[in-house]
Structures are given as structure tokens and as C-alpha cells.
């Protein structure tokens, strides 16, 4: 292309021609490398529940404003305590959704009525900002159903995640894309 | 974005002016719009909601006044407050972002069109130093390169100089590494030694003793008569103000129990020579907990299980599942909040103490859903050393630990199985399908046999030498009886002795389960009792210590009075007995002993002749 | 509870996680807290028949969408080099920056993006067991291909970072040929530094230091955020500065582009040394001809330089291998495994009590299991490290040279025309020259527009 002929330009136009071809060639043995690993899956970060400690970096470290860790319900191992040690301060001053007696700081979780004695605890996560006192304290006292989560709507899967990065048990890893959650079933 | 060149704008200055104007307009309004998200920020990190001072001393001012309604009234209206805050400042930020993008968009083109308008179009001129130059940059920019390289190296060097590794210079093998990492522990705690197993063994470090079955090594000495009243035959009585039901731990010269009630948990230590308080320690709560919020049935208490050492720390558990360590100057060393057990009356089953370990059997849950688990912890630092899981549903007795078939062994009692475990790795040895009901007394380990007690139906000696499922095969003999419900049984090996709570004490065969006597004490009994020598100490609940000959016939060769309540199980060492009554530990003996000689194994000929010519 | 030790990395960093194998992990990790937590309180059964809601699992952003990045991604690779090579249209490329801006940048939050995917590439070199996402993968690839025939055309308008700084770039200043190149070898002493921390497992730098995710994402920490304003800002009047100075993709670009089979040029026909495109770069990458006549300096000393550099060059690795060993106890702590170690040692030797279950307390509680196996992958990390940083160091020592001897080769150069590894195929400079203006038909003469700015001198 560049139009000129002599003999030290075509020298070069040759010698440059050549290293681009194996540079690509290199370029295709990389490919090729990638291509062996054949699990090769896309993945998305998640929180394992059973090796959280409720540490409370979630709520911080997270490169969003507001978390991408949120608190989620199992429902299926829920005591439907009257006296949820997650949604209770300790030692609440009465079992009424009363500021005071709320262990949320967001007051995102609802409390309805089901049927004598039975509550139940709903998350509300356009409110919820990941702190996890609801979470240590069903843990602590109660059955552990409330458990952090990383919710996909939110997380921009970074390549490296900064909760993860600070987490005290190292209990953020990748997880495959077709099962991006790591609910809690039982108690383990 | 350049604008085209087309042909030249004939309003350029106007075009520019206009432009400089917006970009003005724009720039101030980037940054009102930054200024205002940096106020926010700085503000948000200084103004945390959610860690208050206010509202933290509102609720703060709430638990010391429940029924205080403006205090309330005044949480609830800071709690809207600062989460409406946050809301807006979340509200702020995401509209600030995309107004700034916005803004500056604005900013960027305006300045742009100025920047056109006010372009200066190229005019070549001859240039005829251009070769000289091109000469004179080539040198420069190699010099600056070398200055780039220069300065990372600069850079590399005093990075790695700056910074400080811990991790030792070398590289080491990962053997060496361990042995830093222990150089390293031990240079923070002072190197306290374990105390021998004959130390441990001379004192009384766990409930019911060294070996946790109520029986005194052989050269103990204890006192036969005393009187409250007169004080005769006691050496010392300190009031105890801590409500407990957990028998007091000795180790050398101090005494410890422990004491809890709704509010706090704490740990009590006692001169042994003089009864001096030396200190009590607070125990934290759990900082998450609702600390003793489980209200604990009147005949339990909020402190039931009995302190364990291990002649270094002095280990704790109460009923709310906080495990502590307290130093021997009653500092906390380490504290482990094990959750609030899920069983009727809270945590109270008592601490064990193998090697450097101790060993919390911390059952709970019911038969259908057991969440159940043995535990070791190290000692100085309360790591998990081992951690094994059971299926056994919520039981109150206290595990032992003795050696036998060549391990060392824990045995737990639980319904419906006696399970032996591996002390030094939690594996499991061998189990017994045997145990029905709620299951309090206590396993002894006695004659190579372990004795156990199901509540309230039979006595039986099991062989500890098993692995797997031993049922069928190493039940040594189990007979049935008047049978206790509480109280641990006791055997130094030829008889096993077993008291019920209405006071029916009887008799058995080690060797055989061959009923030998029976006797009416007509009292309740709380107590598990011990054996000393040849004597078995009974001691009632209205205060009443029995001393009984072990003997093929039943012989009571004292009876004396304590003059208060009386519910824990004796320790025994340095040739006295403390007693934990309802109100005061009593340190009871023969004589008043040198106080230096607590510290020395005594010779095995006073001892005899002690327990065989007590004084009167 | 060495097991937690033993896969620190992998947890860390994206690795194979087939299901089982996760599980298995699982099983062991246990930690004593997460066994409490069992149904102490036994779910009930409602007499009047509640249903139980489901637990919400919002899907993930779905594969299809990724592959979807995949094909813009090359589409715009293919617009952006069809865009600077046919119509040679600045607008258009301008364009597509917007598009790319809006798409890669302020929609995909900066994440995927090939400047980061150099850190997956590092990784899967240096760890056999982690598997580079295919679109990680494509991502690394695809501009580097292109630039091999094309130049960097990926710079020009399909990369969100670079468009981010063309478009704001308002009156460019020139920056001395001197600082060009000085500043110009950063760029290869982050790729190295960002290679061997991905491939040691230990950071992601390249990423976490990014100046322009924060503003894609409108949120991030407030050091990241001022950065990214500064350059912004800096970019107003320095053209793309980190493209420059601090992008390591470009710098890869940059070496791709030198043996790029074809590039684009200012004048579409002949060269008429007019001069007018001379200034027109804003980015310093327009080189001037050779000047004609005899050289100013003596060909002997250039030969002597030249080669005396030559034989500088080993030595120069050497030094730099010599000060990356230097660095690599302290370049390991940015290991997670060897900054726990470093923590617990730390507070072995000066003990500082945390308050329950803050951060710090619970490393420390992690660190306290076994330290012994703590110390172990320490130090099995800083072995690798020492390596890593041995290797960079040799690298830094390498780019200077190889830059230093670059810097007295001489040139030939008849035409004006774009520096091969500093264009970034912008099509600024095309409309200056006379020759395309005549191509597309528009007036020829610029000459009458220079006279506003003399007259406005007087």
C-alpha cells in the first residue's frame, strides 16, 4: 500500500508481513489454548450463605451506590416466629413494628400476620441495602433463612469483584451463569 | 466533536461568543451540581444514619426505660428521619450523576464551537532547522526514556524497601513457615506451659473432678466432721454474689465459679487459702444476641454448667451458649458465642478439659430435628481444634474423658445413644443404643467400666473398647432399681453408688451390677456425690453432708450440718473441700494447712495417715 | 479448616467452578456459625392453608445478551475500520463513539471490556485450571486481530474508554516529542505490572484502577471518581490521555498496529508536502518526512549509538529483572492469602483487639485456624511472585531499551503520515489535506480561512 518500491521498504513490508503472521498464528494458538479448557463457562459472582459471617461489607464494598447484595428469604425454612430474632431488636421493648423495636435500619422487611402465632417476613429489596442484621440475627437465634444474596438485576459482574476482594471468609467465588444463586435449602 | 471545516463562518466571533456564553452557563452549572454531590458525600459519610449517636442513645434510653413513650416517640421520628435522608441522598446521587453527564456534555460541545470558531487554520512556513531538530528531539526523547526507566526502577526499588514484610526474607519451606507461625504465637502469649498430668490430677479442674466421675484420687484428703454453727472444722466462708448452680472448679490456690442472671455472666475467683474474692470478670454478651433473653426455669439458672481449666485458663459456658475463657488474673482471653441452644432450659451441660482442649458437648433441638455437636476448642486461643456433629437431641449430662483401650476417650450420654469419641480428633470410637428420656446424670468411668444412669429406669456398665455400633455386644450388665433422675451416679470401682433426688441410696457391685444395699437418707438430693478414699460424701439439699463408709454393709460415719442450701456437687483438693452452698462457699478441712503446701503434691504417707486417723 | 486456605485464589478470581466440585467444597466449609443455623423453630403447617411465597431470583443477565456484546463489539470493529479507511468519515467515527460510549460505556457499565480482558488472558496462561470466557476471550482477540491488519481502529471509536476521552477533547495542546516519549512507555510497564498481578492470582489493577468505569457506573469511591473527572479534564486539552499514557490494551495495540498489513494514511493519492495536516493530530501522532540533504549528525556516531545501545540491552534487562526482585516482597501483598498472613503477623507482633465480628476480627479469627497453613500458601504465593516480579522487571528493562533503540534508528519518511503505533485512525487529519478535501468535493483552498486568525492578530 504505501506505494513506494525500493528494495528497504519491501525488506521491511516483507519482515513486518511475517511477524504478523505468526503473531496471528500466536493469537490463534491462545485461542486455540482457551478453546481446550473446555469448561470454559461463563460466571457470575455469588455469595455462599453457609460461609457468610454477616461481616457487613456488603453493604460498602460494593462499586455500586447501592449494594448489589441484598437480604433474601427462604420461606421454606422459616419458623414464621412471632419472635424473629431477624426482624427484633434484641430484647425488643414489645413485639410491634414500631420503629424501636426493628432491627432493619431501612425497614425493609414487612411483617404481615398469617394465622395464630405464626408471621410472616417479607423483603422489600428496593429498601434493603445489604447490612445484614436481619441476617446475623436469624442465624444467631432463629432458623438462618434470611441469607445474603447477590441480585443479578443489580450486579454489573465485574471482573473483579470489590466485596469479594474484602470479604473477611472469602465466601464470594464465581458461580456458573445457569445457576447464578446459592439459596439455602435446609439448614445445610 | 470537531464541527466539519466547511467554508469559514462569517459570525465566527459571534458563533464564538455565544458559545463561551453556554459553556459558562454549562461550567457553572457542573459545578453547582458537583459541589452539591460532595457536600453530599462528605456529609453522608460524617452523618451515617445507621450508626447515630442519637438514635443509639435513644435506644439506649429505652432499655433502661421500657415504658418511656416520648423516648419512643423519638426513635421512631429519628428513624423516619434519617431513613428519608437516605433516601433522598440515594435520589440525589443517581439524578447529580446523570445531570453532571449532562452538564458536562453541554460544557464539552459549547467549548467546542468556541474553539472552532476561534480556530486558527495552519500557515506552512519554511522550516529549514526542521533536520537539526528532528536530531535534537531524537536526543531528548531518548534521554527522557531513560528517565522513565530510571524512575521505575526507582519506583520498583523503594516500593520494595517501603514496604514492610512480616513474612520473613527468605523462602521458606513450608515447614519453616510453621515454624514461624508458632515462633510468632508464642512470642504474644506468654509461654505458659501445660501444667503436668499429675498437676491436673492433684487438683479438682472440671466438674466432679480430674476424671469428671465424682472419685478423688487416691490421696486426697478430706475432712469427716465440721460444723457450720460453731465453725468448727471450717477454714474459711465467703459469701458468693453470683446466683449459680455449677459446682466451683480449684486449681492450686484459687477456686473458681460462676454466676449469672438476666443481665450479666461473670466469673468468680477465690483465694483458696483465705477465701479472698481475688476478682470477678465480666463476661461480654454476645454482641449480637438478645443476651440472656431465654428465661430459664427456676431450678436451672442462667449459670448451670460448672467451669473446666486447664491450669492455664479457666473455662466458662452459660446457659445463653457464650463460651469464655478468663485468664488466671480474670482477664477475658477469648469468649465464643455458641447461639442460644434450642432446648427448654437453656445451655447445662458442664465443660470437659483434655490436654489443651476444652470440650463443650453442646446438644439441643428435639429428637425429630437434633442439631447437636461436640466441639474442641484450644485452650489459649479457642480456635476449633475439631468439631463433630450429632444426632442426639437436647441432654443435660456432662461428658467424661479417660483413656482406655489405648485412646483417649470422650463418652456422651444423649437419647438415644452413649457415644465415645476420639479426644484427640472428634472421630467417633463406638456408640450404644441404650439411653430414653431427658438425660442428666452424668457417665463415670470406673473399674474399666463406663457406668451410666437413664433416668429414673437402670444403671448399666458398659466396656469401652468397641468401634461402631457396640449395642448388642458391651452392655456389661445393666440392673434396674430405685434409680436417679438427676443425680450422677459414683463408683471408685469395686461398689457404684446412686442416689435419687428422694434421697433412696443403694448400693451396686461394680463388677456385677449385683444390688449390695439399700438406704433411705429420707432428704433430697440435688448433688452428685463423691468418693473419697473409703468414704462416699452425700450431701442433701437442705445442707445435709452424709458420710458414708464404702462398705459391703452401710455404715454413715458422720452427718453434718452446712446451715444453708446446698445443690452443687464438692471439689476436693489440697486436702479441703469447698462446698457451694445457696449463699457461701465454704472451704472446709482438718487443719489449717500451710499455704505454700497447696502448691506441693502431698506425701502419700500423711495422706494415709490423714484418711485413716482423721481428727475429730 | 485448611481447606479455606488451600483455594484462596479460587474463590477469588473467576475459576472452573463445576457444580459438584462446589459443592463438595461446600460441604466442607462449614463454619461453625453457618451449623447453628438450623431449623431450631420447625417450619408450621398453616391450618388455614398459607402458601408460602417463592424466594426471587432475578436471572442473570442471559448469555444471549453477551454473545450480543460479542457481535457489537465486532460490528463496530468492522463500522469503525470500514468508517476510517472508505468514507474516511470523521463524523461518522464521531458517531459511533457515541454509540460505543453509550452501549460498551454507560449501558454495559464498562464490564466487559477488552483493557481488562488482558488480566483474564494473564490468569489463564499462569493457571491451567481457570478457563478465559469465550467473550473475555473475543474481546481480547478481535481488536488485537484487526490492529494486526488494520491499526488501531478499535481505539478510534469502538472503545468506550477512548471515546469517552475523543469526545470530550475540546483544544488540544502539543505535547514535546520528549514527553510523548518518556510518558509513552508507561503504558508497557502497566501491561506488565497488570499481567503478573492477574497472573499471580492476586489483583485485578488494570480494573480496579480504571479512571472511567466509575463514571459509566455514576458511582464508585471518591478517589476513582476525581481520577476519572481529572482525566476528563486533562483530556479537554491533552488528547485521550490515558490512551496514551496509561491504557495497557493500546499499548498492545500500539506494537499490533506497527505490523498492521495496511493503515490509514492522510492524503487518499499523493502527497503534495503542502504541510497542512502537520499540526492537525491531536494525539502527537503525525510524522513529518525526513528532512532532505545531508544529515545534520555524522552516520558513524548514529551506528555507534546504535549499536552501543544494542549491547546496553541485556544489561538493561538485567537491571530491571534485578529491581522487580527487589519489589516482589512487597508487590505480593496485594495477594489476598499474603496480606491475611501479613495482617496475622502483624497483629501477632503487636496485638490490637478488634470489636466482635467487624472485618478485621473475623480475617484475624480465619487466620488463627492454621496458621501454619496460612504461612505456607504465603509463602508459596511469594515464590511465584518473586518470579513474576523478576519477569517484569526484565520487561521494563526491555521496553526501555527497545524504546531507546527505536529512538535511533533512522527513518526514512517521504510523506506525511501517521505514526503506525500512535494513530488511533481518528480521521482528523484527513480533511486538512487538499487532496481529499478535492476527493469529496469540497472547496480546495484553505488558505482563505487562515486569514481571519492573521487579521485577527493585528
Request: aromatic content about 6%; overall charge negative; charged content about 20%.
Given at each position: 500500500m504505501s506505494g513506494h518500491s525500493s528494495p528497504m521498504v519491501n525488506r521491511r513490508d516483507f519482515l513486518r508481513g511475517a511477524t504478523r503472521s505468526l503473531t496471528v498464528l500466536g493469537l490463534g494458538g491462545l485461542a486455540g489454548m482457551a478453546a481446550s479448557r473446555a469448561t470454559a463457562q461463563t460466571t457470575r459472582w455469588q455469595i455462599d450463605p453457609h460461609k457468610c459471617?454477616?461481616?457487613?461489607n456488603c453493604a460498602t464494598m460494593c462499586v455500586l451506590k447501592e449494594s448489589a447484595v441484598k437480604c433474601v428469604h427462604a420461606f421454606a425454612m422459616c419458623?414464621?416466629?412471632?419472635?424473629?430474632t431477624g426482624y427484633?431488636?434484641?430484647?425488643?421493648?414489645?413485639?410491634?413494628?414500631a420503629a424501636e423495636n426493628q432491627l432493619c435500619p431501612t425497614s425493609a422487611i414487612k411483617r404481615t400476620y398469617v394465622e395464630d402465632p405464626y408471621y410472616e417476613y417479607t423483603i422489600d429489596e428496593s429498601l434493603c441495602?445489604?447490612?445484614a442484621k436481619c441476617v446475623e440475627g436469624c442465624s444467631r437465634f432463629g432458623n438462618g433463612s434470611l441469607f445474603l444474596q447477590i441480585r443479578h438485576d443489580r450486579?454489573?459482574?465485574?471482573?473483579?469483584?470489590a466485596i469479594a476482594r474484602n470479604c473477611p471468609t472469602e465466601a464470594i467465588s464465581r458461580v456458573p451463569i445457569h445457576h447464578p444463586y446459592l439459596l439455602k435449602t435446609e439448614g445445610h | 466533536m470537531n464541527v466539519a471545516k466547511t467554508t469559514p463562518v462569517i459570525g465566527a466571533s459571534a458563533v464564538h461568543r455565544v458559545a463561551l456564553t453556554s459553556a459558562a452557563v454549562a461550567g457553572a452549572f457542573v459545578l453547582l451540581v458537583v459541589s452539591v454531590l460532595l457536600n453530599q458525600f462528605i456529609t453522608a459519610t460524617t452523618n451515617d444514619p445507621w450508626k447515630s449517636p442519637q438514635l443509639l442513645e435513644a435506644k439506649e434510653r429505652l432499655r433502661a426505660a421500657p415504658k418511656d413513650e416520648a423516648v419512643k416517640a423519638r426513635i421512631r421520628d429519628l428513624d423516619l428521619r434519617f431513613r428519608e435522608d437516605y433516601r433522598r441522598r440515594l435520589r440525589l446521587a443517581a439524578s447529580g450523576g446523570w445531570l453532571l453527564v449532562a452538564g458536562t456534555a453541554v460544557l464539552v460541545l459549547s467549548l467546542q464551537a468556541a474553539s472552532e470558531a476561534k480556530r486558527q487554520l495552519p500557515l506552512p512556513r519554511p522550516d529549514p532547522d526542521a533536520a537539526k531538530r528532528a536530531v535534537r528531539t531524537a536526543a531528548q526523547s531518548r534521554r527522557a526514556v531513560a528517565v522513565a526507566g530510571a524512575l521505575a526502577v526507582v519506583a520498583m526499588v523503594s516500593t520494595g524497601l517501603g514496604?514492610?514484610?512480616?513474612?520473613?526474607?527468605k523462602l521458606a519451606a513450608p515447614g519453616a513457615s510453621a515454624a514461624i507461625a508458632s515462633g510468632a504465637a508464642a512470642a504474644v502469649a506468654p509461654?505458659?506451659?501445660?501444667?503436668p498430668p499429675a498437676e491436673f490430677a492433684r487438683n479438682w479442674p472440671r466438674f466432679r473432678g480430674p476424671d469428671g466421675g465424682g472419685l478423688a484420687p487416691p490421696d486426697t484428703v478430706a475432712p469427716l466432721t465440721w460444723d457450720a454453727k460453731s465453725g468448727a472444722g471450717v477454714i474459711w466462708k465467703s459469701p458468693v454474689p453470683a446466683a449459680g448452680f455449677n459446682s466451683p472448679i480449684v486449681w492450686n490456690d484459687r477456686v473458681f465459679l460462676s454466676g449469672a442472671t438476666k443481665e450479666k455472666r461473670e466469673v468468680l475467683c477465690f483465694?483458696?487459702?483465705?477465701?479472698?474474692?481475688l476478682w470477678t470478670c465480666a463476661v461480654p454478651a454476645?454482641?449480637?444476641?438478645?443476651?440472656?433473653a431465654k428465661e430459664p426455669i427456676d431450678d436451672t439458672g442462667y449459670a448451670a454448667s460448672t467451669m473446666a481449666t486447664d491450669g492455664r485458663n479457666a473455662f466458662v459456658i452459660f446457659g445463653n451458649g457464650t463460651l469464655a475463657a478468663v485468664t488466671f488474673?480474670?482477664?477475658?482471653?477469648w469468649t465464643k458465642h455458641?447461639?442460644?441452644?434450642?432446648?427448654?432450659?437453656?445451655h447445662a451441660t458442664s465443660l470437659a478439659v483434655w490436654q489443651d482442649r476444652v470440650i463443650v458437648q453442646y446438644d439441643q433441638g428435639t429428637p425429630e430435628a437434633p442439631n447437636s455437636k461436640i466441639v474442641a476448642f484450644?485452650?489459649?486461643?479457642?480456635?476449633?481444634?475439631w468439631e463433630t456433629a450429632r444426632k442426639i437431641p437436647c441432654s443435660w449430662a456432662t461428658p467424661i474423658v479417660f483413656e482406655a483401650a489405648g485412646k483417649a476417650q470422650i463418652v456422651t450420654l444423649g437419647e438415644p445413644h452413649v457415644i465415645a469419641y476420639d479426644?484427640?480428633?472428634?472421630?467417633?470410637l463406638w456408640r450404644v443404643e441404650l439411653m430414653h428420656g431427658e438425660i442428666a446424670p452424668s457417665p463415670v468411668f470406673a473399674g474399666g467400666r463406663v457406668l451410666v444412669v437413664n433416668p429414673t429406669q437402670f444403671l448399666a456398665a458398659l466396656k469401652?473398647?468397641?468401634?461402631?455400633?457396640v449395642t448388642a455386644s458391651h452392655v456389661a450388665w445393666k440392673v434396674e432399681g430405685?434409680?436417679?433422675?438427676?443425680v450422677s451416679p459414683v463408683s471408685d470401682g469395686e461398689f457404684a453408688f446412686v442416689s435419687d433426688s428422694g434421697g433412696v441410696l443403694t448400693c451396686f457391685e461394680?463388677?456385677?451390677?449385683?444390688?449390695?444395699w439399700e438406704k433411705d437418707l429420707q432428704a433430697q438430693v440435688q448433688a452428685s456425690p463423691v468418693i473419697v478414699g473409703k468414704r462416699l460424701y452425700v450431701c442433701t439439699t437442705a445442707g445435709t453432708m452424709f458420710v458414708i463408709e464404702v462398705a459391703r454393709e452401710f455404715r454413715q460415719l458422720a452427718r453434718n450440718e452446712l446451715g444453708e442450701k446446698f445443690f452443687a456437687s464438692p471439689a476436693l483438693a489440697g486436702g479441703r473441700m469447698f462446698l457451694r452452698g445457696d449463699k457461701h462457699l465454704f472451704c472446709l478441712g482438718v487443719e489449717r494447712v500451710?499455704?505454700?503446701?497447696?502448691q506441693e503434691p502431698r506425701p502419700p504417707q500423711r495422706v494415709e495417715g490423714n484418711a485413716l486417723h482423721p481428727k475429730p | 479448616m485448611s481447606v479455606s486456605l488451600a483455594p484462596a485464589k479460587a474463590s477469588r478470581l473467576p475459576l472452573r467452578t463445576s457444580g459438584r466440585n462446589w459443592l463438595l467444597r461446600l460441604s466442607f466449609l462449614l463454619s461453625p456459625a453457618a451449623i447453628l443455623a438450623?431449623?431450631?423453630?420447625p417450619p408450621p403447617d398453616f391450618e388455614g392453608g398459607h402458601k408460602l411465597p417463592e424466594t426471587t431470583t432475578p436471572a442473570a443477565r442471559g448469555l444471549v445478551l453477551e454473545y450480543l456484546d460479542v457481535a457489537l463489539l465486532l460490528g463496530c470493529l468492522a463500522l469503525a475500520t470500514w468508517l476510517a479507511y472508505r468514507p474516511r468519515s470523521r463524523r461518522g467515527l464521531a458517531w459511533l463513539s457515541l454509540f460505543s460510549l453509550g452501549?460498551?460505556?454507560?449501558?454495559?457499565?464498562?464490564?466487559?471490556c477488552a483493557i481488562g480482558s488482558i488480566q483474564n488472558v494473564a490468569l489463564g496462561f499462569a493457571d491451567r485450571s481457570y478457563a478465559i470466557p469465550l467473550t473475555v476471550l473475543l474481546f481480547f482477540l478481535a481488536p488485537l486481530v484487526v490492529a494486526l491488519f488494520f491499526g488501531r481502529t478499535f481505539c478510534a471509536a469502538v472503545c468506550p474508554q477512548g471515546a469517552i476521552q475523543d469526545l470530550v477533547l475540546v483544544k488540544p495542546l502539543k505535547v514535546p516529542a520528549w514527553l510523548e516519549h518518556g510518558l509513552g512507555v508507561i503504558p508497557f510497564l502497566f501491561l506488565g505490572t497488570g499481567a503478573i498481578f492477574a497472573a499471580t492470582g492476586s489483583a485485578f489493577l488494570i480494573c480496579r484502577f480504571d479512571p472511567f468505569v466509575p463514571i459509566f457506573r455514576l458511582s464508585g469511591s471518591l478517589s476513582l471518581l476525581t481520577l476519572g473527572a481529572a482525566f476528563l479534564l486533562v483530556g479537554m486539552f491533552v488528547g485521550r490521555p490515558y490512551c496514551r499514557f496509561l491504557c495497557p490494551y493500546g499499548a498492545m495495540l500500539r506494537v499490533a498496529s506497527l505490523l498492521a498489513k495496511w493503515r490509514v494514511r492522510?492524503?487518499?493519492?499523493?502527497?503534495?508536502?503542502?504541510?497542512?495536516?502537520?499540526?492537525?493530530?491531536p494525539f502527537g501522532a503525525m510524522r513529518t518526512p525526513t528532512p532532505s540533504g545531508?544529515?545534520?549528525?555524522a552516520p558513524a556516531v548514529e551506528r555507534k549509538r546504535l549499536a552501543g545501545l544494542v549491547v546496553l540491552l541485556p544489561f538493561l534487562i538485567a537491571g530491571g529483572a534485578l529491581a522487580g526482585w527487589r519489589l516482589a516482597p512487597a508487590a505480593a501483598q496485594l495477594h489476598p492469602t499474603v496480606e491475611l498472613a501479613e495482617f496475622h503477623l502483624a497483629n501477632q507482633k503487636s496485638p490490637t483487639v478488634y470489636p466482635p465480628m467487624t472485618p478485621e476480627a473475623l480475617k484475624l479469627e480465619r487466620a488463627a485456624e492454621d496458621p501454619a497453613a496460612l504461612l505456607a500458601a504465603a509463602q508459596k504465593v511469594r515464590e511465584k511472585m518473586t518470579l513474576a516480579s523478576w519477569l517484569v522487571g526484565a520487561w521494563a528493562g526491555l521496553v526501555i531499551g527497545l524504546k531507546l533503540i527505536a529512538l535511533s534508528m533512522r527513518v526514512t519518511r517521504t510523506d506525511f503520515e501517521p505514526d503506525r503505533g500512535a494513530?488511533?485512525?481518528?480521521?482528523?487529519?484527513?480533511?486538512?489535506?487538499p487532496a481529499e478535501r478535492q476527493r469529496r468535493g469540497l472547496?480546495?483552498?484553505?488558505l482563505p480561512a487562515a486569514m481571519p486568525a492573521t487579521a485577527s492578530k493585528s
Open positions: 459471617v454477616r461481616c457487613g419458623g414464621y416466629c412471632q419472635l424473629c427484633f431488636e434484641p430484647e425488643p421493648n414489645a413485639l410491634t413494628t441495602i445489604g447490612c450486579c454489573v459482574n465485574c471482573n473483579e469483584c | 514496604i514492610r514484610s512480616l513474612l520473613g526474607g509461654a505458659v506451659p501445660l501444667p483465694d483458696a487459702r483465705d477465701g479472698r474474692l454476645d454482641p449480637r444476641g438478645p443476651g440472656n488474673d480474670g482477664k477475658v482471653a455458641l447461639g442460644m441452644p434450642n432446648n427448654a432450659y437453656g484450644d485452650g489459649l486461643t479457642g480456635r476449633v481444634a479426644a484427640s480428633n472428634g472421630a467417633e469401652p473398647d468397641g468401634s461402631g455400633d430405685v434409680i436417679p433422675d438427676v461394680a463388677a456385677t451390677g449385683k444390688q449390695v500451710d499455704p505454700n503446701a497447696l | 438450623a431449623s431450631r423453630f452501549y460498551f460505556g454507560f449501558y454495559r457499565k464498562g464490564c466487559i492522510v492524503t487518499p493519492t499523493l502527497c503534495t508536502q503542502c504541510r497542512l495536516c502537520e499540526h492537525e493530530c545531508r544529515a545534520p549528525e494513530c488511533v485512525a481518528c480521521a482528523r487529519c484527513f480533511l486538512s489535506c472547496p480546495v483552498d484553505p
